[in-house]
């Protein structure tokens, strides 16, 4: 099992930052890709972004990229999102996943995190 526990959501203004982390309570070959996926209200849960535990590979949904940048720190089994220039569709809550590999389909993620509220106002 694996434990995963977000936090750094808030209130920011269009236009702003904020930096998501995660951390994952171990590492395992059923987790060797993390991830973000959000979800709006009244919408279903979308991916975000994912990355690899062991080459670092990164991947992003067309709507947030060259926005928002996934990254992790093995040593400390931290994932971290930096979104940069929020816009208001953005609001959402974000959730921290892991999955054996890179997925964008939520039915394939093996470990949630509770989530973490992001609202970007105009």
């Known amino acids: 099992q694996v434990q995963l526990v977000e936090s750094g959501g808030g209130l920011v203004q269009a236009g702003g930052s904020l930096r998501l982390s995660c951390a994952a309570s171990?590492?395992?070959?059923?987790?060797?890709?993390m991830g973000w996926f959000r979800q709006a209200p009244g919408k279903e849960r979308e991916f975000v972004a994912a990355i690899t535990w062991s080459g670092g590979i990164t991947y992003y949904a067309d709507s947030v990229k060259g926005r928002f940048t996934i990254s992790r720190d093995n040593a400390k089994n931290m994932v971290y999102l930096q979104m940069n220039s929020l816009k208001p569709e953005d609001t959402a809550v974000y959730y921290c996943?892991?999955?054996?590999?890179?997925?964008?389909?939520?039915?394939?993620?093996?470990?949630w995190g509770k989530g973490t509220q992001v609202t970007v106002s105009s």
């Open positions: 996943s892991a999955a054996h590999t890179v997925v964008v389909i939520t039915r394939l993620v093996n470990y």
């Open positions: 171990r590492r395992t070959t059923s987790s060797d890709a």
